[in-house]
């Protein structure tokens, strides 16, 4: 009752073909059209609801929460829940536009030592502004599509060679949807951030190494991350995160004023990557020194506008220890170091039919643990050039 996420799902052994909204219970999906008679949930997606602001966030958690603990509404309930096993997940919601940050301090540490060895690490911007690139939201697919490698430029001996990348890679990031739009000329600050991010979810930033190292001379990730991005199926509304809310890491230099902490927007996430079904890294979304608050006050306070279904994501969620690594680029460090799988296989990078999940549990009220779902992809071999 504490998590209560929503997707999108339909189910076509009961005729329920068009997908529709519902909220997980367990190991069921609730449907929202029967329950709650509206409308706005018979929706292939939930941006309809989104728009409709925080409070209406807030009343809808309380009826179904009722709904659900109030014997009077068991049988009514009971009729409207499916099995997880028999629906099919949607993306959840239409995606506008997207952006993607690089806000772990780890992370950002170990790329720099392995790009600029001897040098500093940290470029001289990196402790005043959450760094951040714009990706491309035609590309970002729901958990479980299969992710084709791509083909691409990749630095040659003594010219580009052209073919399918062999560094890919993944990164394990959260995700953060806009609900209520912000308008052009006019910033969102760090304390109004609950009003306008509807939920939480999981993401897999999937990357081709040697494409970027090529092309990002001297602009940012184009062709190397636009490929694919997956998206767990499940949205964490914002409110059922309030227990895992703590302080973020201290930062020094102090951030500029419009950067500066308002509330606890810190997150106390633990996330799981698994690898062809083995554990490869456990990375800890409270180690990450930009908050999510502090991403959404950067990304507008030049006046950018932010619409529904707009995404921000966290950037590779790195710790400090080596099993806390969030991509194969830190976890191989550059591929010097390949990772030894249980079944005495290795990976540098990933190879085709590899499978990647990333889950994630929050604290909960009670001690329950709030669940993320998972995010997975399966790689499958590039297409003819």
């Known amino acids: 009752m504490a998590n209560l996420p929503y997707g999108v799902f339909s189910a076509g052994d009961r005729d329920l073909t068009a997908p529709r909204v519902g909220v997980r219970i367990g190991d069921s999906v609730l449907d929202l059209v029967p329950v709650l008679g509206e409308q706005v949930f018979a929706e292939p997606s939930l941006n309809a609801f989104m728009a409709q602001g925080r409070a209406r966030w807030r009343d809808v958690r309380a009826r179904i929460t009722e709904l659900l603990t109030d014997e009077r509404h068991r049988a009514s309930v009971e ?209 990450m020194y930009w908050t999510p608050a502090q991403m959404l006050a950067h990304l507008t306070v030049n006046g950018a506008s932010t619409r529904t279904g707009d995404v921000f994501a966290s950037g590779t969620v790195s710790g400090p220890e080596r099993d806390q690594r969030g991509c194969l680029l830190e976890l191989s460090w550059g591929g010097t170091d390949p990772l030894t799988l249980p079944d005495g296989s290795q990976r540098a990078f990933l190879e085709d039919w590899d499978q990647v999940s990333i889950s994630a549990t929050a604290p909960g009220a009670g001690g329950t643990p709030i669940g993320f779902g998972e995010v997975t992809g399966r790689v499958l071999e590039a297409a003819a050039p």
Do not use: C
């Open 79 to 287: 009729a409207a829940l499916y099995p997880l096993s028999g629906v099919r997940l949607q993306r959840p919601f239409e995606v506008g536009d997207y952006v993607d940050f690089y806000a772990s301090e780890n992370h950002a540490v170990n790329v720099g030592r392995l790009f600029r060895p001897g040098g500093e690490p940290l470029t001289p911007n990196w402790k005043h502004l959450p760094i951040g690139y714009h990706g491309r939201s035609g590309t970002v697919v729901v958990s479980g599509t299969p992710v084709i490698r791509p083909n691409g430029q990749r630095r040659g001996e003594a010219a580009p060679v052209f073919g399918p990348t062999q560094r890919l890679d993944f990164e394990a990031e959260v995700g953060f949807v806009i609900g209520a739009g912000s308008e052009l000329g006019v910033p969102v600050g760090t304390g109004d951030f609950a009003d306008h991010v509807f939920g939480v979810f999981l993401l897999n930033d999937w990357s081709a190494r040697d494409l970027q190292a090529w092309e990002a001379q001297p602009l940012g990730p184009f062709l190397a991350k636009s490929f694919a991005t997956s998206v767990s199926p499940w949205v964490v509304p914002l409110e059922a995160l309030e227990h895992a809310r703590i302080a973020p890491p201290p930062r020094d230099p102090e951030p500029l004023p419009y950067l500066a902490d308002s509330g606890k927007w810190g997150l106390d996430l633990a996330l799981e990557v698994r690898l062809n079904g083995n554990m490869v890294a456990s990375p800890r979304f409270a180690t």
